[in-house]
C-alpha cells in the first residue's frame, strides 16, 4: 500500500506563489510517477503536471511557464511551485502515484485558493 500526504495549501492574492509538497510512504518502486491534479467546484479532476522518476516533465498548457514540478526521489518527495497564481487556479489539488499495473494512488487533497 502507499500512502500521499500533501501539504503547503493555502489563501494566496492573485499573483502570488504557494509551493505543494506531497509525500510518498510505504510501498514505492524505485520506478514510478508522480504528479498533480487539480479539481475545481463543478469541474472534472484535470491534470496539472507529471514527473517521472527519471525527471521527465509534462504540464498542462494552463500552467506552463507559471508551475514548475520537481522530485526528491531520496526522500519520495514531489513538490509544486506555483507561480503568478490565477483566480482560476482556485482548486483542490491532489497528488498522484502511478507505478506498475495497479491502479494509481491519490493523495487527500489540499485546498489552494486564489483572492482576485
Known amino acids: 500500500q502507499v500512502q500521499l500526504v500533501e501539504s503547503g495549501g493555502g489563501l494566496v492574492q492573485s499573483g502570488g506563489s504557494l509551493r505543494l509538497s506531497c509525500a510518498a510512504s510505504?510501498?514505492?518502486?524505485?520506478?514510478?510517477?508522480m504528479g498533480w491534479y487539480r479539481q475545481a467546484p463543478g469541474k472534472q479532476r484535470e491534470l496539472v503536471a507529471t514527473?517521472?522518476?527519471?525527471?521527465?516533465?509534462n504540464y498542462a498548457d494552463a500552467v506552463k511557464g507559471r508551475f514548475t514540478i520537481s522530485r526528491d526521489n531520496a526522500k519520495n518527495t514531489v513538490y509544486l511551485q506555483m507561480e503568478s497564481l490565477r483566480p482560476e487556479d482556485t482548486a483542490v489539488y491532489y497528488c498522484?502515484?502511478?507505478?506498475?499495473?495497479?491502479?494509481?494512488?491519490w493523495g487527500q487533497g489540499t485546498q489552494v485558493t486564489v483572492s482576485s
Open positions: 510505504g510501498s514505492i518502486f524505485s520506478i514510478n510517477t
Open positions: 514527473i517521472t522518476s527519471g525527471g521527465t516533465t
Open positions: 498522484y502515484l502511478k507505478q506498475g499495473f495497479v491502479p494509481g494512488y
